[in-house]
């Protein structure tokens, strides 16, 4: 089966930087993705990564350590409008439907 | 880009009543489809895997014939729940499989919001 583990709250400042940190096992692996949702929306995809290492999209970035079985989302300059739920996600590569299976979220707070 | 309609964003109606959620890829053909419902400050648990023109498939103690799942047509997946009750109200999120396959797998609705009375 497929489990993904990451922290049920972070709370930052305003301008400051946050790092939201995702643990997972499968028994599988094809990739960690991250959404993100705000209250009474649905989830929007930030990013993927299907190998090591780091990917930049604006102030967001994600990383991944295949051997760690770890990846986490940075987000930078932050805004009052990132105060969302963020979740790791990871697909099932045995899943002829290409499902997706997702973290439990991480709810950020964000400080004026 | 790839858009996922879903109808109604939300609905209040009374205990017993059934109630249709419809899901429609706009620009692209989906032959799989997927609900989702979640409930406040959690995840978003898989339902059901709707596939075109077969029977859908459901996730452990998902009731089948609670939830009616319908997909006709390559842009068109249902979601009914049956005779509702308030333990139903919850946030039902569809979203459709993504065609060119890459690093986003599917494209969600908007959600619909339930609450029963």
């Known amino acids: 089966g497929q489990s993904l583990e990451q922290p049920s709250e972070v709370t930052a400042v305003e301008g400051a930087i946050v790092q939201i940190n995702c643990t997972y096992q499968?028994?599988?692996?094809?990739?960690l993705s991250w959404y993100q949702q705000h209250d009474g929306g649905a989830p929007t995809f930030l990013s993927y990564?299907?190998?090591?290492g780091l990917e930049e999209t604006g102030r967001f970035s994600s990383f991944l350590s295949r051997s760690d079985s770890y990846g986490y989302l940075l987000l930078q300059e932050l805004q009052m409008k990132d105060s969302a739920s963020y979740f790791c996600?990871?697909?099932?590569?045995?899943?002829?439907?290409?499902?997706?299976?997702f973290g439990k979220g991480t709810r950020l707070h964000i400080l004026p | 880009g790839a858009v996922v309609s879903q109808h109604p964003s939300w609905v209040i109606c009374k205990s017993g009543t059934s109630v249709k959620i419809e899901c429609r890829s706009l620009?692209?053909?989906?032959?799989?489809m997927f609900w989702y419902r979640q409930f406040p400050k959690q995840s978003l648990m898989l339902m059901a895997t709707?596939?075109?023109?077969?029977?859908?498939?459901?996730e452990q103690g998902v009731e089948k014939d609670k939830f009616l799942i319908n997909h006709a047509s390559l842009t068109l997946s249902t979601l009914t729940v049956t005779s509702a009750h308030p333990e139903d109200s919850s946030f039902y999120i569809c979203?459709?499989?993504?065609?060119?396959?890459?690093?986003?797998?599917?494209?969600f609705g908007d959600g619909t919001r339930l609450s029963i009375l």
């Open positions: 996600a990871v697909r099932d590569p045995f899943d002829r439907d290409d499902k997706i299976i």
């Open positions: 979203s459709a499989s993504n065609p060119t396959g890459g690093a986003q797998p599917q494209h």
């Open positions: 990564n299907g190998l090591d």
């Open positions: 709707s596939n075109e023109g077969s029977k859908a498939t459901y």
């Open positions: 620009d692209f053909q989906a032959t799989t």
């Open positions: 499968t028994s599988g692996f094809y990739g």
